[in-house]
């Protein structure tokens, strides 16, 4: 067992331009380790300008902002020695301010902009850019990473550009702090009781069959609720005592318990970090995602519904200080990797407009840009559209190789009905709800993935020896055996990903890191990286899974037997 020093109550202001990353952004890396060049963690908004813009003027404010901010020159340099954690540095660099003149090209220009991926090690993880549509009418584009940034800090960065008052701290001094802190073995505890025994897949109707690996592709679908639907249900909020948030989570998890046919339903909400006055203002990833169940009984009214709902979120918030990261390796849930660990689905409400920009002499409009990237199957962003208004957008970001757009369309306009009917009837039964209606779906056929594939050069050598050889120096023992599980070893997520690159380096063979994942043993990889796949043989993927799931039974044989002897 690591053994973890006793982290101070308050944040010591270290002012380190190195150091470890925080629980929330290692999740976040290993993502990017295994899908590399994926847009889905980008954090992008437009705001539309209208009046006379000073574009030196905002440049020098852009510019004293990134200099202020040391989350905006702030790198990611995946770690070379044991145990192999990335490590986050903070440096000088550019960021640039464009203009283009694009018209009415403007919307599709900016999207792509949000699709760019970043390159972590380079940076940087800020980017910029003015398009201009008319004499007097910009977009201004901004996009970050959400390794250094979340929602709440688009709004920092645009109160900055008024007032760059340089915050106290870094987030390099909050995140040694983080990871200093110990884990809350009572709130651990909590977590596991509250989750036995709950289903951590939710299988949703697809129009495909699931593939056996997750992919990373999304696609976005956007749907209005005009004030007409949205000022009855804030209003029933507050007769009900309760949040908006808590209401409008409580009929995505009715419709997700309809669509899926299930009583419980995990859905992930996102937990603000931001708990201490010294971080309000500052830019930074202060944020996790924590499972929230719905427990969708059919005969219990949506009052009653929601009134639990907001208790279970209440017990969350209370027991916020494990992470989904911690959740995940504590709960190992029986899974494989055609489903996001834990949570499939995801919900966000923000109560008002994205950001709310003040620069002066300006009218200033935001748009969102959701990144074309799904972290898990369905994901439900709504927010307010201007403010002062009661008119929101709903967002579903959806993976493409599940779901057809229309699909997803009857499921937004099903929320809505079932969202006005609940409304109408808080104490109405579930079961009376309108049920989902959607497209018919198509036949079950998977995508085309036939590709030609020509057999490789034969291997100059003994693989086997030359992976058992890398093995060995990554892991520091001499009693590496082929059939071992690389995680069994002590490996670690990062330490493979420095497998990964010493046996491109070694052998010259390139393949994607999520396949050391699907291949956890000498012998396997050593098969796999010899023999081209054949697309039409599923075999490998499922039994990948067998081993992902024999991993997880061995690891917990491990703990529980640590833990008797404790």
């Known amino acids: 067992m690591i053994e973890r020093v006793t982290a101070p109550d308050d944040i010591p202001a270290l002012g380190a331009d190195e150091g470890p990353l925080s629980g929330a952004q290692r999740a976040v890396y290993l993502v990017e380790l295994l899908y590399p060049g994926t847009p889905m963690y980008n954090i992008t908004v437009a705001v539309r300008l209208e009046g006379p813009l000073d574009v030196p003027r905002l440049r020098d404010a852009l510019a004293a902002v990134v200099a202020g901010h040391p989350s905006l020159r702030t790198t990611f340099v995946p770690g070379t020695v044991p145990p192999f954690e990335p490590v986050q540095r903070v440096g000088e660099v550019t960021v640039d301010l464009p203009v283009i003149d694009a018209g009415s090209d403007a919307p599709r220009l900016a999207q792509e902009w949000a699709d760019e991926p970043f390159d972590l090690r380079r940076g940087p993880l800020l980017r910029t850019r003015l398009i201009r549509t008319a004499p007097e009418e910009h977009l201004f584009v901004v996009s970050m990473h959400q390794l250094i940034s979340d929602g709440a800090s688009l709004q920092v960065f645009f109160d900055a550009l008024a007032d760059s008052t340089p915050p106290a701290l870094r987030y390099t001094d909050y995140a040694a702090w983080e990871r200093a802190r110990p884990v809350d073995d009572e709130q651990l505890d909590w977590w596991k009781e509250r989750l036995a025994g709950v289903p951590m897949t939710l299988r949703l109707p697809a ?310 994942l699907e291949f956890p043993t000498i012998a396997a990889l050593a098969r796999h990286l010899a023999s081209p796949a054949s697309p039409a043989a599923p075999a490998a993927p499922v039994r990948a899974a067998a081993g992902l799931r024999e991993r997880r039974n061995r690891l917990m044989q491990r703990r529980t037997a640590r833990g008797a002897g404790e």
């Open 207 to 516: 129009d495909r069959p699931r593939p056996p690996v997750a992919g990373t592709h999304g696609g976005n679908h956007r749907h209005p609720l005009p004030a007409a639907v949205m000022a009855p249900a804030l209003r029933l909020a507050r007769e009900l005592r309760i949040t908006p948030f808590t209401l409008m989570l409580t009929a995505y998890g009715t419709l997700l318990s309809r669509l899926a046919g299930t009583r419980d339903v995990l859905v992930g909400v996102p937990v603000s970090a931001r708990d201490r006055p010294e971080l309000e203002h500052m830019i930074g990833f202060f944020a996790t995602t924590l499972p929230v169940l719905v427990e969708a009984h059919a005969d219990a009214g949506f009052a009653e519904l929601c009134r639990s709902v907001q208790a279970e979120l209440l017990d969350v918030l209370t027991h916020r200080e494990v992470t989904m990261e911690q959740l995940v390796r504590e709960l190992a849930p029986d899974r494989d990797p055609g489903h996001a660990p834990l949570v499939q689905a995801f919900f966000s409400f923000e109560p008002e407009p994205i950001v709310s920009p003040r620069l002066a002499g300006l009218r200033a409009t935001p748009i969102d840009l959701p990144p074309s990237g799904a972290k898990v199957d369905l994901d439900m962003l709504l927010f307010r559209a201007a403010a002062g208004r009661d008119d929101f957008d709903l967002t579903l970001t959806y993976r493409t190789d599940l779901f057809e757009a229309e699909t997803v369309a009857g499921m937004a306009a099903s929320f809505e009905r079932l969202l006005v009917a609940a409304v109408a009837d808080p104490a109405a039964p579930i079961r009376t709800l309108p049920a989902p209606t959607l497209p018919a779906v198509r036949p079950a056929t998977a995508p085309d993935t036939t590709r030609a594939v020509s057999a490789p050069a034969p291997y100059p050598g003994d693989l086997e020896m030359d992976l058992e050889r890398i093995w060995s120096e990554v892991l520091g023992r001499d009693d590496v055996g082929r059939d071992d599980n690389f995680f069994d070893l002590g490996g670690t997520s990062f330490a493979l990903a420095t497998v990964h690159v010493l046996i491109g380096e070694r052998t010259g063979i390139r393949t994607p890191l999520v396949t050391l």
